[in-house]
């Protein structure tokens, strides 16, 4: 974890229940789950705080209790693009643990983030204890590789605008109905954006003027609103 963030004493109930709705740790039960938040620490982390670096030692896995993060790989000529989204009750950290390698990517807060973190020897003293727990590992693996695969997919039969769509609803998501299909971007960027889809930052410029122009979006400053869900979601392919 970063050495600027203080850990502070979490209600062990908050952190359970999320940890609650991620089908890893459903298995084990109200009690495991419970036993297993007091083997962790939660922090918390301000907006653009970097919360893992790339080469770090895998020594953890990660769940956002609140907040959003992006996956963030850079060149070792410094280029950086962004990888992925995560929000609440999102896993992060699987990879380094399976070989013990470096973290293949950053993690950085794009909102003000908590975050539980259950250290590589406990997690693995729980699916020893709980067999289950190995077998929802495998399949939270699995989910991952179909992810990927589905953004191939969407590379070779989707137009910039339609990803572009669909990634606009995938983020509102990942922050929340509570406000209504809002995508907000503070620390997240047109040019994190093309990233994500396979383009350029003024390719999605235009795409977004476009969505706008025909009624679909509104964008002010950082935020774009979703006005017409449905026709996003058929413009996304969903």
Same mark, same amino acid.
């Given at each position: 974890?970063?050495?600027?963030?203080g850990a502070?004493p979490?209600d062990?109930q908050a952190v359970?229940?999320?940890?609650?709705e991620?089908?890893?740790f459903?298995?084990l039960?109200e009690a495991g789950?419970?036993s297993t938040?007091?083997?962790?620490v939660?922090?918390?982390?301000?907006?653009g705080?970097i919360?893992?670096?790339?080469?770090d030692?895998g020594e953890s896995?990660?769940?956002?209790?609140?907040?959003l993060v992006k996956?963030?790989f850079?060149?070792e000529?410094g280029?950086?693009?962004?990888?992925?989204m995560?929000?609440r009750?999102?896993?992060?950290g699987e990879?380094?643990?399976?070989?013990? *390698?470096?973290?293949?990517a950053?993690? #950085?807060?794009?909102?003000p983030c908590w $975050?539980?973190a =259950?250290?590589?020897a406990? %997690?693995?003293?729980?699916?020893r204890?709980?067999?289950?727990l190995a077998d929802?590992?495998l399949r939270m693996?699995?989910?991952?590789v179909?992810r990927?695969?589905?953004?191939?997919?969407?590379?070779?039969?989707l137009?910039?605008g339609?990803?572009?769509?669909k990634l606009?609803l995938?983020?509102?998501?990942k922050?929340g109905q509570?406000?209504?299909?809002?995508?907000?971007?503070?620390g997240?960027?047109?040019?994190?954006l093309a990233?994500l889809?396979?383009a350029?930052?003024?390719?999605v410029?235009?795409?977004l003027? *476009?969505?706008?122009a025909?009624?679909l #979006?509104a964008v002010k400053g950082?935020? $774009?609103?979703? =006005?017409?869900?449905?026709a %996003?979601?058929?413009r996304?392919?969903?």
């Amino acid at each position: 974890m970063s050495a600027s963030s203080g850990a502070v004493p979490h209600d062990v109930q908050a952190v359970a229940a999320v940890l609650a709705e991620v089908p890893l740790f459903r298995v084990l039960g109200e009690a495991g789950i419970v036993s297993t938040v007091r083997a962790g620490v939660a922090r918390r982390y301000r907006n653009g705080q970097i919360i893992l670096h790339q080469g770090d030692p895998g020594e953890s896995l990660y769940v956002l209790l609140d907040g959003l993060v992006k996956v963030v790989f850079t060149t070792e000529h410094g280029d950086e693009i962004v990888l992925n989204m995560l929000g609440r009750a999102e896993t992060f950290g699987e990879m380094a643990l399976l070989d013990d *390698s470096p973290r293949s990517a950053s993690i #950085i807060a794009v909102r003000p983030c908590w $975050i539980f973190a =259950l250290p590589r020897a406990r %997690l693995l003293e729980l699916m020893r204890e709980h067999p289950g727990l190995a077998d929802e590992f495998l399949r939270m693996l699995g989910q991952m590789v179909r992810r990927l695969t589905g953004q191939a997919a969407d590379l070779a039969f989707l137009d910039l605008g339609g990803r572009l769509a669909k990634l606009l609803l995938q983020l509102s998501v990942k922050r929340g109905q509570a406000q209504g299909p809002v995508v907000d971007m503070p620390g997240l960027t047109q040019s994190d954006l093309a990233a994500l889809i396979g383009a350029s930052r003024p390719a999605v410029n235009r795409a977004l003027q *476009s969505l706008a122009a025909r009624g679909l #979006i509104a964008v002010k400053g950082r935020t $774009i609103t979703l =006005l017409d869900v449905e026709a %996003l979601r058929k413009r996304g392919g969903l």
